[in-house]
């Protein structure tokens, strides 16, 4: 008889000693490290549940991610977020994400609470070499860093998109270093150069891709390979489709296909496959109007075609292929489901909101009873059961019958609305009521375990005529600075005292050089003067296929301002100009520190 997680955690209260929160009866008993499967998992940023062929979407091809599914298990319905930042912390912590502090995609409204247990932490603390390479989005300043977070390996970046896709600026275990190439496949490139180099011991790579996030940027290659004439457009809405968008996107997919492709036959030219499990999905739903099987909404919203998302899941061996599982499933499982499979304790500081779904991927005909999956996101909440969804304004959807949900069907279903209603209202409070009215949680500099912490214009605050290079800010800089009255500001804590060589990322065209401007901490202070000029022009267009939302980018120039002394303590770091003999001080993308004793 199959044991669901939820039947075996009223068992398991007999037995505290025993079992971590959140760990089923197979995870209760440690598996020998020799023994350890090792784990790839794949996540897309931006890519729906219909980009893919495998699920019906006649405009492309995507064999090799199409093969997880026929080689492992796909889930039919399984749910994410209708946004980055959240989704990756559900990932990390099986608990919904505002019980972790994640209430935006910016300005420190991504971070995930350092008191959450991450998934890093448990497959680190199992004896897994542990690895993240990509877009984290999760906080950038240690300890929300990925290296505090269980993940001895980082390189990619912390922000929520990027700037630019060809050898782009990123940072490798909190170090500035220049990418190689397309990013995606330098991402690829270096998981697949940690699965090399580990293949002896257990590894757990964590592999979450920029893509098809915008700026649509991609190859030529991958580009041409796709004919946007012959392009069926959305079934559902085909006036709102940019059918360019749609072509970008899909290139950009295929390319993450390509790379997975070769992430999959190195793990076959190891000879690991059998010891290693792969997971592959997206984030949230796509992030244009394009083909996603007719359901409603796309990224941001809390419908069906915003959080469904693709799952396949491959253990030769272990788990059957070609099966489909039909149960609702969500991201907030995954943590639970992984650690069921290695056979490790799942010892987290607080309570699961996921469950292992291993008896649905093991058993023929496992014992599985029906369950709330709760989507909530900026004050708004909708509820998914194994038949209906109830949305953020309580319209009850049948989605066996009407996966569109074009229908409102609560008058039809009195009970059901209302039941699912009593509990949107009671989850809806819940969650609420975990966030605070105004975050209390400044950026941290200066952790003594950690080298380096930046700050970026992202998390600053402009003040006078200092203007922000978009209105998105991520990966934006400051510009406009024009004025002594001006300043740019953080909400900062020293983590312990020392001494932090500064180094400021500006741009200065040659009229404009001399300006001094100081940085200040309390009573701690450094001045620094820009003495050489540097204009890059922007960036980004000349790859861009469509054209962007977001700012573009410039090659900012590195000025050591020297060393800083610090002390611990909360305070207001405040960066200001004291003489501006040209028309404006700089432009300013970051400043690093890096503790020097």
């Not at 060809?166 to 990418?179: D, I, Q, R, W």
């Not at 075609?305 to 991201?331: A, D, E, Y």
């Not at 779904?357 to 709330?372: A, G, K, M, Q, V």
């Amino acid at each position: 008889m199959s044991m669901t997680r939820r039947n075996f955690l009223k068992s398991a209260a007999l037995f505290p000693l025993m079992y971590g929160l959140g760990g089923t009866l197979r995870a209760a008993f440690r598996t020998p490290a020799a023994q350890l499967p090792n784990i790839l998992l794949i996540v897309s940023d931006d890519q729906g549940w219909g980009d893919l062929s495998f699920t019906g979407n006649p405009n492309f091809h995507t064999p090799n991610i199409d093969r997880l599914g026929e080689d492992g298990v796909s889930f039919d319905r399984f749910y994410v977020c209708p946004v980055c930042s959240p989704t990756r912390a559900e990932l990390l912590t099986g608990r919904y994400s505002a019980r972790g502090g994640v209430y935006s995609t910016s300005a420190g409204g991504e971070r995930l609470d350092l008191d959450e247990t991450t998934m890093g932490d448990v497959f680190k603390r199992a004896g897994y070499a542990t690895a993240a390479f990509g877009k984290w989005h999760n906080g950038m300043q240690y300890p929300y860093h990925p290296n505090a977070r269980g993940f001895d390996e980082f390189y990619g970046f912390c922000s929520g998109h990027w700037g630019n896709y060809f050898s782009p600026m990123l940072e490798h275990n909190g170090k500035l270093v220049t990418g190689i190439g397309y990013l995606t496949n330098d991402l690829t490139e270096h998981a697949l150069d940690f699965m090399k180099s580990h293949r002896q011991q257990p590894f757990f790579v964590y592999l979450p891709y920029n893509v098809p996030h915008t700026p649509f940027q991609v190859p030529d290659k991958w580009w041409n390979q796709i004919d946007e004439e012959a392009i069926v457009k959305s079934l559902r809405n085909p006036g709102q489709e940019n059918i360019h968008a749609t072509h970008a996107a899909l290139a950009m997919c295929e390319n993450v296909d390509w790379n997975v492709g070769r992430l999959v036959d190195t793990i076959e030219s190891l000879g690991i496959t059998e010891n290693t499990i792969v997971i592959y999905f997206s984030d949230n739903g796509p992030n244009t109007w394009r083909w996603n099987n007719g359901m409603k909404g796309k990224k941001g919203w809390l419908d069906e075609g915003g959080v469904r998302s693709p799952l396949f899941m491959k253990w030769p061996g272990t788990i059957s292929p070609g099966k489909k599982i039909p149960q609702i499933t969500g991201v907030i499982d995954v943590l639970p489901t992984l650690s069921d499979l290695a056979g490790i304790a799942c010892h987290t500081a607080k309570p699961l909101d996921g469950e292992s779904i291993t008896p649905l991927l093991l058993e023929e005909n496992p014992e599985w009873s029906d369950r709330f999956l709760v989507t909530y996101w900026q004050n708004k909440i909708s509820l998914r059961n194994q038949r209906y969804r109830l949305d953020n304004e309580g319209h009850l959807y049948d989605i066996v019958t009407d996966p569109g949900q074009y229908r409102d069907v609560a008058k039809e279903q009195p009970r059901v609305a209302a039941a699912m209603q009593r509990e949107a209202k009671r989850w809806k409070e819940e969650l609420d009521a975990e966030l605070p009215d105004k975050d209390p949680r400044p950026f941290p500099i200066g952790h003594p375990d950690f080298a380096y912490t930046q700050l970026p214009a992202r998390d600053g605050i402009p003040h006078g005529g200092v203007e922000r290079s978009n209105r998105f800010p991520n990966c934006t800089f400051f510009t406009n600075w024009t004025s002594g009255d001006d300043a740019i500001t953080w909400d900062t804590e020293v983590l312990a005292s020392g001494d932090f060589e500064v180094i400021v990322y500006y741009t200065c065209p040659a009229a404009d050089v001399g300006s001094t401007f100081e940085l200040r901490f309390g009573s701690d202070a450094i001045t620094g003067k820009i003495t050489e000029a540097h204009d890059p022009p922007l960036r980004g267009m000349e790859h861009d296929r469509v054209k962007r939302q977001e700012s573009y980018v410039k090659d900012f120039e590195p000025l050591n301002i020297g060393t800083m002394h610090l002390e611990k303590g909360k305070g207001l770091l405040t960066l200001h100009a004291l003489k501006i003999p040209g028309s404006q001080v700089m432009d300013f993308r970051l400043m690093m520190f890096r503790r020097v004793g």
